[in-house]
């Protein structure tokens, strides 16, 4: 399966943005889906997941309250609202599958694959 990631942009502090992430090929619905990110000079970071059927999410502490997870299976698309954004939000936000391990485990980024290109999110002070 591929997935492409889209609905980055320049935004100001405060504001909001909406990521897509699309999947071709195969349908993911029996799989849990992440949302990752890069900051630059730095390291890829969890940022949110999502499991299966929806009825379960993750985030990192440092989104909670701020961004929200969903996914549309019928659409073969899992989303990420992000609100309230700060500067420190700026990276690129990739999404990717999970194909190894449990629920329990799905803030670790070696347990996904089929990574997307990601989309940039830029948050201006």
């Known amino acids: 399966v591929q997935l492409q990631a889209s609905g980055g942009g320049l935004v100001q502090a405060g504001g909001s943005l909406r990521l897509s992430c699309a999947a071709f090929g195969r349908t993911f619905s029996g799989y849990n889906m992440g949302w990752f990110r890069q900051p630059p000079g730095k390291e890829r970071e969890f940022v949110a997941a999502i499991n299966w059927s929806g009825a379960s999410s993750r985030y990192a502490d440092s989104v909670k309250g701020r961004f929200t997870i969903s996914r549309d299976n019928a659409e073969n698309t899992v989303y990420l609202q992000l609100n309230s954004l700060k500067p420190e939000d700026t990276a690129v936000y990739y999404c990717?599958?999970?194909?190894?391990?449990?629920?329990?485990?799905?803030?670790?980024?070696?347990?996904?694959?089929?990574w997307g290109q990601g989309t940039l999110v830029t948050v201006s002070s």
């Open positions: 990717a599958v999970q194909t190894r391990g449990s629920w329990y485990s799905t803030q670790s980024e070696h347990l996904y694959s089929n």
